[in-house]
């Protein structure tokens, strides 16, 4: 299972119900809605995901 970036959710990777590639890397999403959020500005939902794993070390 993957996190959606933007609403957090888990999504199945094998079919999930929308997905993309950037920079390199595949990202999944729940719905094609949290696709383009994503598209609009994915260095945000990045950012959060590095934060995220920051704190969880911590």
């Known amino acids: ?3 959606d970036l933007v609403c ?3 999504v ?4 999930p119900p ?3 590639t950037y920079k390199g890397k595949e ?3 729940c719905t ?3 696709k383009i959020k994503f598209e609009e500005n994915p ?3 990045l950012t ?3 934060g995220e794993r920051k704190n969880e070390m911590s």
């Open 1 to 3: 299972m993957a996190k």
């Open 8 to 10: 957090g959710m888990e």
């Open 12 to 15: 199945d990777e094998t079919s």
């Open 18 to 20: 929308a997905k993309i």
């Open 27 to 29: 990202y999944f999403f």
């Open 32 to 34: 094609n809605m949290c």
């Open 43 to 45: 260095e945000k939902y």
């Open 48 to 50: 959060l995901e590095d």
